[in-house]
């Protein structure tokens, strides 16, 4: 406050008070990064020595959180085309998320301890997922322009599968055959019927031809089934001129019946098809007339449902700009050239690094003083607690600490009064935190003797 304080009074004032202007923001920014660090400003002033590495870490923190904002900007903005505004609000807030975050991991890891390793490797697992989501959109931005010719030909590609599954698939056959049976309908009406039909164009003729495939094979399985019903066989256990096999007769005398029909249908087909005379122009003229509206309305039908189909994948192909078809994109450029593979990965990993930055540099800072000066004040802080505790603890009772913040809220008259920590309590601390810390090493150098006048 007494910062802001300088500047709003020196904001207005002649150019001699600007260093304490510089002064009262640098303190403001050096407070700010303190505080993203995770260390205590009042244990701190005690050791001014250790404020660069804590410096060192806020930075670090504030660094990450700049990132993800610029890498969320590019991704709202590649992906959904947001405008300015509402890409700068949701940006800030992965920001915030991501700063808060970085904070957190900083502060609950211990420069110390038995079992770091297990509550650091968490920590640096979720640092590394972190780290890969905000340096994709920053990769993808950097190779835009390799990314976006490789779209135009990904789009192209899928354009040219699209045709050919739209020529060579159902609807483009059915597609081809009525547009070949309209055509050979528009002949015979033009010629007045003198024109014959070919047979293989012909649908009628088709028709007939597949059902008479069909009674053939029926034909085929009864006459197979009666013969084993009458000299035995794999499936028929009792053989004879049985109920059974008078049956299975039966059956293949009708499907014989009908095979002998479709073939004089289609005979008769034929001869009508290839007819001259007056008489039978004229009957292949009606037919014809009265066939082609209903095969003319089918081929509509189905041109409009393939236009509808072309409509919908333009449509769908020319905005598919998202953020999986450029990752698509980025993957197939990468595996074509390998300069730009060595390109993204270098610089994939050389993002990840700094968006790791905050907690590398927290594990790789040794404990100083400032960690000695904050594990003897929690030290002094879990000393008073037993006080408190030891001190309500008079009829024998297992006391919680609960219990006594609650007494102590209830009755702040009889709030027990604790000693400060003797040198002993300090000693004992200082002892236990020599066999904690590996890396403690003994002072070097003459020391001073005690009680000198200096």
Same mark, same amino acid.
């Given at each position: 406050?007494?910062?802001?304080?300088?500047?709003?009074?020196?904001?207005?004032?002649?150019?001699?008070?600007?260093?304490?202007?510089?002064?009262?923001?640098?303190?403001?920014?050096?407070?700010?990064? *303190?505080?993203?660090?995770?260390?205590?400003?009042?244990?701190? =002033?005690?050791?001014?020595?250790?404020?660069?590495?804590?410096?060192?870490?806020?930075?670090?923190?504030?660094?990450?959180?700049?990132?993800?904002?610029?890498?969320?900007?590019?991704?709202?903005?590649?992906?959904?085309? =947001?405008?300015?505004?509402?890409?700068?609000?949701?940006?800030?807030?992965?920001?915030?998320?991501?700063?808060?975050?970085?904070?957190?991991?900083?502060? %609950?890891? %211990?420069?110390?301890?038995?079992?770091?390793?297990?509550?650091?490797?968490?920590?640096?697992?979720?640092?590394?997922?972190? %780290? *890969?989501?905000?340096?994709?959109?920053?990769?993808?931005?950097?190779?835009?322009?390799?990314?976006?010719?490789?779209?135009?030909?990904?789009?192209?590609?899928?354009?040219?599968?699209?045709?050919?599954?739209?020529?060579?698939?159902?609807?483009?056959?059915? *597609?081809?055959?009525?547009?070949?049976?309209?055509?050979?309908?528009?002949?015979?009406?033009? %010629?007045?019927?003198?024109?014959?039909?070919?047979?293989?164009?012909?649908?009628?003729?088709?028709?007939?031809?597949?059902?008479?495939?069909?009674?053939?094979?029926?034909?085929?399985?009864?006459?197979?089934?009666?013969?084993?019903?009458?000299?035995?066989?794999?499936?028929?256990?009792?053989? /004879?001129?049985?109920?059974?096999?008078?049956?299975?007769?039966?059956?293949?005398?009708?499907?014989?019946?009908?095979?002998?029909?479709?073939?004089?249908?289609?005979?008769?087909?034929?001869?009508?098809?290839?007819?001259?005379?007056?008489?039978?122009?004229?009957?292949?003229?009606?037919?014809?007339?009265?066939?082609?509206?209903?095969?003319?309305?089918?081929?509509?039908?189905?041109?409009?449902?393939?236009?509808?189909?072309?409509?919908?994948?333009?449509?769908?192909?020319?905005?598919?700009? /998202?953020?999986?078809?450029?990752?698509?994109?980025?993957?197939?450029?990468?595996?074509?050239?390998?300069?730009?593979?060595?390109?993204?990965?270098?610089?994939?990993?050389?993002?990840?690094?700094?968006?790791?930055?905050?907690?590398?540099?927290?594990?790789?800072?040794?404990?100083?003083?400032?960690?000695?000066?904050?594990?003897?004040?929690?030290?002094?802080?879990?000393?008073?607690?037993?006080?408190?505790?030891?001190?309500?603890?008079?009829?024998?009772?297992?006391?919680?600490?609960?219990?006594?913040?609650?007494?102590?809220?209830?009755?702040?008259?009889?709030?027990?009064?604790?000693?400060?920590?003797?040198?002993?309590?300090?000693?004992?601390?200082?002892?236990?935190?020599?066999?904690?810390?590996?890396?403690?090493?003994?002072?070097?150098?003459?020391?001073?003797?005690?009680?000198?006048?200096?």
């Amino acid at each position: 406050m007494e910062s802001a304080s300088h500047i709003a009074a020196c904001s207005h004032t002649r150019p001699a008070c600007w260093p304490r202007m510089l002064a009262a923001e640098r303190a403001v920014m050096r407070g700010f990064l *303190i505080y993203l660090s995770g260390a205590r400003p009042d244990i701190l =002033a005690r050791c001014p020595t250790e404020t660069p590495k804590f410096l060192g870490i806020g930075g670090a923190v504030l660094i990450t959180s700049l990132l993800a904002f610029i890498s969320m900007m590019f991704a709202l903005v590649s992906v959904m085309g =947001a405008n300015v505004m509402t890409t700068s609000v949701f940006s800030l807030m992965w920001a915030l998320c991501v700063l808060h975050l970085d904070r957190w991991m900083v502060t %609950s890891l %211990s420069p110390r301890g038995p079992g770091r390793f297990m509550v650091v490797l968490p920590r640096v697992l979720m640092s590394l997922l972190m %780290s *890969i989501l905000i340096s994709t959109p920053l990769v993808l931005q950097i190779f835009k322009p390799e990314i976006d010719a490789q779209i135009v030909a990904i789009q192209k590609q899928r354009t040219e599968e699209f045709q050919r599954n739209l020529t060579e698939g159902r609807l483009g056959s059915e *597609i081809a055959r009525l547009a070949e049976v309209v055509r050979v309908l528009r002949n015979v009406i033009n %010629s007045g019927g003198e024109k014959g039909i070919d047979p293989d164009v012909d649908p009628r003729m088709k028709t007939l031809q597949a059902a008479r495939i069909k009674a053939q094979q029926d034909a085929d399985k009864f006459y197979d089934e009666w013969q084993c019903q009458l000299y035995g066989g794999e499936q028929c256990e009792v053989r /004879g001129d049985g109920a059974l096999a008078r049956k299975a007769q039966e059956s293949y005398d009708s499907a014989r019946r009908r095979l002998d029909a479709l073939t004089r249908q289609i005979d008769d087909r034929k001869k009508f098809l290839t007819a001259s005379g007056e008489q039978a122009n004229q009957a292949r003229l009606k037919e014809a007339t009265d066939d082609l509206r209903g095969y003319q309305d089918q081929l509509d039908r189905r041109l409009e449902q393939r236009e509808a189909l072309r409509e919908n994948f333009n449509a769908e192909n020319h905005n598919s700009g /998202g953020l999986l078809l450029r990752l698509q994109a980025l993957n197939e450029v990468s595996a074509r050239d390998s300069t730009v593979y060595a390109a993204m990965v270098l610089l994939f990993l050389f993002l990840t690094l700094i968006e790791c930055l905050p907690v590398a540099v927290k594990l790789m800072q040794r404990p100083g003083l400032y960690e000695r000066l904050l594990a003897e004040h929690e030290y002094a802080v879990l000393l008073e607690l037993e006080a408190r505790i030891a001190a309500l603890d008079h009829d024998g009772a297992r006391v919680t600490l609960e219990e006594v913040w609650e007494r102590e809220e209830h009755e702040p008259d009889q709030a027990v009064v604790t000693r400060p920590p003797t040198d002993e309590d300090r000693q004992a601390q200082q002892d236990r935190e020599l066999r904690t810390m590996r890396d403690a090493r003994p002072p070097t150098g003459p020391r001073p003797a005690e009680g000198g006048d200096g």
